[in-house]
């Protein structure tokens, strides 16, 4: 830690997980209901992964093809197409396409991926590739990121989703999920991203190895990013689900701990404006009840869901409409449609 104020801080924050569920709850909704009253945020999307072939090999990952996914696969870009064509025949307005680090997919590959998709359905909102792939991507090219960013925001990518975030503490992220991006690149990335006047999400995956202190200064470095650069729109803390990988863990966060950090989040990230409960990794019930801890949103109908699903969530085919409406209806909040940028499309 730098300084003084730092150390202050962080004790601060670490002492609001010694509070009691509901005095947090109470204290996150209040800035909840202030910045959103009783609305709940969903969209209709479709997750598109073109391919599970890897050369990083995170320990908490059940999706990428090795010796417990034996299912190595890339789509071709016709196939994407189709993908999409179908997607969005069925409602589908964002497109949110993110896949693992495949030597053989390269900056050209993506970036025609993106400039044909937007030719063929300009209505859709393209959200791709995460920091992680960015600086995959990057290096593969030998270009920086920066130069990366700019040639995707011109071949059509709207905004950037928050994957590959994990834990910024150095050492869990070494133990996790070593060769990935460093944390402070994957700041960098959405910093230099949001300066082109792009927004982008944040995620942090946690319930594994990871200790309360390393969850608070993921948050608080989030929140420093946020006060620089300001582009991001949601906070997404991740469950990590456990089956079909490689990180041993030996205790499960509790249903009040995951609230707590709900909670926090909301409290400590006040200058991003919305945080996710995502349905795929909390399940549905739970990403209900978080929207009384602080959430205001819980993604959307994904269509179907390749990464979380691998692991174990009950997530694979995704959830209709009208079920997240009348869950929500059901909890006595407001659910309202949105786009991926958070403007209103419909108030049900
Ligand atoms: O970065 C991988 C996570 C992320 C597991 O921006 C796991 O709107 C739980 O970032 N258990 C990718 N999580 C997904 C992601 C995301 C999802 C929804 C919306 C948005 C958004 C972003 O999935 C990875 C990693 O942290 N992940 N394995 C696991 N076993």
Known sequence: MANNNEFLEFNNAMKLYELDIFTLGKMADEIRQKKFGKKVFFNSNRHINPTNECADICKFCGFSAHRKNKNPYTLSQE????????????????????????????????????????????????????????????????????????????????????????????????????????????????????????????????????????????????????????????FIPLVYQKENNFLKVEKFPSGQEILKTLAISRIILENIPHIKAYWATLGMNLAIVAQEFGADDIDGTIQKEAIQSASGSKSANGILKEEIISQIKDAGFIPVERDSLYNEIQTY
Not at 87 to 102: K, M
Not at 152 to 162: C, I, L, R, W, Y
């Open 79 to 234: 196939e994407i197409f189709k993908e999409a064509q179908k997607a969005i025949e069925i409602g589908a307005l964002e497109l949110h396409i993110v896949g693992a680090h495949n030597p053989k997919l390269d900056l050209k590959w993506y970036l025609e991926l993106f400039s044909n998709l937007k030719a063929k359905f300009p209505q859709i909102h393209l959200k791709a590739l995460t920091a992680a792939e960015v600086n995959y991507i990057s290096k593969l090219a030998n270009k920086s990121y920066q130069e990366v960013l700019e040639l995707m925001a011109e071949s059509g990518v709207d905004s950037m989703p928050g994957g590959g975030a994990e834990i910024f503490d150095e050492k869990i992220r070494d133990y996790i999920c070593k060769g990935k991006v460093d944390s402070k690149t994957w700041l960098d990335i959405h910093g230099y991203w949001h300066t082109l006047g792009k927004k982008s999400n944040a995620t942090m995956l946690f319930g594994h190895v990871e200790s309360r202190e390393h969850r608070i200064d993921h948050l608080l470095r989030l929140q420093k990013q946020q006060e620089k650069s300001g582009g991001f729109n949601a």
